[in-house]
């Protein structure tokens, strides 16, 4: 499952991704607010990691604000995943970038459990992989397409 605040990042991406596809300006964190949904509380530090991670800017003054400076095609849903929330792996051994053998595991090449979630997360990375957020912002249809074409490698 993903988190509450990786819903909150995602929508306020959407909303701000969205000004930047119309007339571009900064958002305040009240505007991005009622445009997501999201509460304000949340997206004060949601946005500054955001910020920091390198997918938005943000402008002081009285037309200040924060603003999308990558473009959407550019914005891979699983790597915002892991800037949010960190590790996205349902087994610690199964992690690309933090990766640890499980404790009481005495071999990898024969874990069962291994194997099943290895080939269920395996699919599931291809699909998220190959979202943006661009494909959040077009019709329904590319992602319901690309659930269906996915499909789990034999167990």
Known sequence: MITQKTKYALKAMIALAEEAAGAGEALTIE???????????????????????????????????????????QVSIGELLREVDGPIAPLPCLSRRAYQPCDDCEDEESCRIRRLFGQVFYAYLLLIESLTLADLLESPERIERLVADAALPPV
Do not use: N, V
Not at 33 to 61: N, V
């Open 31 to 73: 505007q991005i607010s009622q445009r997501s949904g999201a509460p304000k509380r949340f997206l004060e530090h949601i946005l500054l990691d955001l910020k920091r991670t390198g997918y938005l800017g943000s402008r002081r003054g009285r037309s200040g604000g924060y603003m999308l400076i990558k473009e959407p095609r």
